[in-house]
């Protein structure tokens, strides 16, 4: 809803409709407790939106649109807010999740069903088949440990670091939290487009694959996606912020929309509302929760707080991703049609990739000197198993290219006038491995944000960072997000808790901190969650 609430009073103030914010809000409002969500959009979902941003008809996730690990989480897997039996939300699950397109148009599939899977790397490597079927097994025996620890406040590193170093397997999984997941590929695989393959995994959490700290990728992904599949939300990544949405007002909250917080109101030296841009205040008397980037609230957002020591400085030293995200959205008149054929065409996510390891590897070192690429685009198709995207018989195009924030020549600035032509030099190198993408496939104008345009849609997308920040290395997961010490969603300010991508287990589609966040602060309010939830 919009309009005014001058002067009224809610025990929780939600401050960002993200789909994080969203969950938060809707376990406290389930509680009892009177909550209000403001969003600075014209609807809520933050990141995890869907839009007609070009056409009629056509509708396109704005940045989140692998619904993946959220399937592990209780609040999917029991349905703990009724989203499916109250408020609709539907999910298709894609046989084959993933088609890697090499550039003599051989394609390696990875299905869910684990023994197609082998079949297909059989046809690059017998041997690294076999190793996909022993690092599936031995990761799937670990899955439910960090699954477990996904949706709950986790413990500190140390702890963490203390359970591992009990048992053998896990003394396996503290070293390769140490290692980059390029080390972790290298020591199972041997063949270099299985590598490449794999390696791509491994970056979807916007990382380098040589980064050190990100070989626990894989442990995680492989596993998860053979066993829960990636969904798709029928409808679109909107879906489920709605149903959130939906479940907020059902149980008596408020949701507002175009009400950017501008800080927050800090009294007697406890957070007791919010301050939105026009000057209203809206007050909170239990708390307030944020699903803004950290570094957009400490300490610009809370003058007045009494801030530990050296706690903007941990705050400001968080690093972001390696690499940002650009995306295009096109209206098609027909699903490409890839030139591997086969399977290729069915796969919903389809990404292309180089000849060799080393320009492979030598694109991402490219990210972190500002060089722009077109080189290995993602091209997702969710209208193959979602009709309702699009007209009857047309189809959606999400094509997807990680690319840096500042350009060596230029800086942000720089994507403003160059975003248009490396969106058209993307499109370049699908076609080269399609048969029908050419104009006359195309319907209307492409529409594109780059790193610099997701920023200024959502600047809590800070550096056009979707993920807050750099996630899945050891100094900023876990117990050490955002910062060691304040992992739990407490911040240093009496009732300000911290949700969102910020927060562990940190950005992409899981309502993990949005659970996680609402035990903590039901906790501190002497509500039990468990008996919310049954």
Same mark, same amino acid.
């Given at each position: 809803m919009k309009g005014g609430i001058m002067g009224k009073k809610f025990d929780i103030v939600v401050a960002g409709g993200g789909h994080n914010g969203l969950a938060t809000a809707a376990y406290l409002a389930k509680?009892?407790?009177?909550?209000?969500?403001v969003e600075k959009q014209d609807i809520v979902g933050g990141g995890c939106v869907t839009r007609e941003y070009s056409e009629p008809g056509f509708k396109h996730d704005h940045c989140g649109t692998w619904h993946g690990f959220i399937q592990a989480n209780p609040l999917i897997q029991n349905d703990e807010l009724g989203l499916f039996s109250k408020y609709g939300l539907k999910y298709v699950f894609p046989?084959?999740?993933?088609?890697?397109?090499?550039?003599?148009?051989?394609?390696?599939?990875?299905?869910r069903d684990i023994d197609k899977t082998c079949e297909s790397i059989a046809q690059f490597s017998a041997k690294d088949a076999e190793a996909y079927r022993k690092?599936?097994?031995? %990761?799937?025996?670990?899955?439910?440990?960090f699954t477990a620890g996904m949706f709950v406040p986790p413990p500190s590193y140390g702890a963490f670091a203390s359970l591992l170093d009990q048992s053998e397997e896990g003394r396996e999984l503290l070293r390769a939290s140490m290692l980059s997941g390029l080390d972790i590929v290298n020591e199972w695989f041997e063949n270099e487009y299985v590598r490449m393959a794999m390696c791509r995994f491994v970056s979807e959490g916007n990382q380098a694959p040589q980064t050190k700290g990100t070989g626990l990728v894989l442990f995680l992904f492989v596993p998860m996606s053979h066993k829960? /599949? +990636? +969904?798709?939300?029928?409808g679109g990544s909107s879906e489920l912020s709605n149903a959130l949405a939906q479940c907020v007002e059902d149980h008596g909250g408020t949701i507002r929309v175009e009400c950017p917080v501008e800080r927050f109101k800090i009294t007697g030296g406890e957070v007791s509302g919010v301050i939105l841009e026009d000057g209203e205040e809206i007050l909170a008397s239990k708390g307030v929760v %944020?699903?803004?980037?950290?570094?957009?609230?400490?300490?610009?957002?809370?003058?007045?707080?009494?801030?530990? $020591?050296?706690?903007v400085k941990k705050i400001r030293r968080i690093h972001e991703s390696d690499f940002c995200?650009?995306?295009?959205?096109?209206?098609?008149?027909?699903?490409?049609?890839?030139?591997? +054929? /086969?399977?290729?065409?069915?796969?919903?996510?389809?990404?292309?990739?180089?000849?060799?390891?080393e320009e492979f590897l030598r694109g991402y070192e490219d990210f972190r000197y500002g060089i722009p690429s077109s080189k290995f685009p993602i091209a997702i198709t969710n209208t193959?198993?979602?009709?309702?995207?699009?007209? $009857?018989?047309?189809?959606?195009?999400?094509?997807?290219?990680? $690319?840096?924030?500042?350009?060596?020549?230029?800086?942000?600035?720089?994507?403003?006038?160059?975003?248009?032509?490396?969106?058209?030099?993307?499109?370049?190198?699908?076609?080269?491995?399609?048969t029908n993408m050419g104009d006359e496939n195309i319907i209307g104008k492409p529409d594109i944000a780059t790193p610099l345009d997701i920023e200024r849609y959502n600047p809590a997308m800070y550096r056009g960072d979707v993920l807050h920040s750099a996630l899945m290395i050891a100094h900023q997961s876990g117990g050490n997000r955002p910062i060691a010490g304040y992992s739990g969603y407490k911040m240093p300010i009496k009732n300000l808790y911290l949700t969102g991508a910020s927060a562990a287990p940190g950005g992409g589609i899981s309502c993990g901190s949005g659970r996680a966040a609402s035990m903590v602060i039901m906790e501190d309010l002497g509500i039990d969650f468990e008996k919310i939830i049954s």
């Open positions: 509680a009892g407790l009177n909550v209000c969500v046989e084959i999740f993933t088609s890697v397109i090499f550039p003599d148009d051989r394609c390696m599939n990875f299905y690092f599936y097994e031995w %990761s799937l025996g670990m899955l439910d440990m829960y /599949g +990636g +969904g798709t939300a029928i %944020s699903s803004l980037n950290v570094k957009q609230m400490f300490p610009d957002m809370v003058e007045g707080a009494d801030l530990p $020591e050296g706690f995200a650009m995306r295009v959205h096109y209206c098609l008149h027909e699903a490409p049609k890839y030139i591997s +054929g /086969g399977d290729a065409d069915k796969a919903i996510w389809v990404e292309l990739a180089p000849d060799n390891m193959l198993y979602d009709k309702t995207r699009a007209p $009857e018989g047309k189809h959606t195009l999400y094509l997807y290219h990680f $690319e840096p924030y500042d350009l060596k020549d230029g800086g942000a600035a720089k994507w403003d006038e160059i975003g248009e032509k490396v969106a058209e030099d993307v499109m370049a190198e699908l076609r080269k491995h399609t």
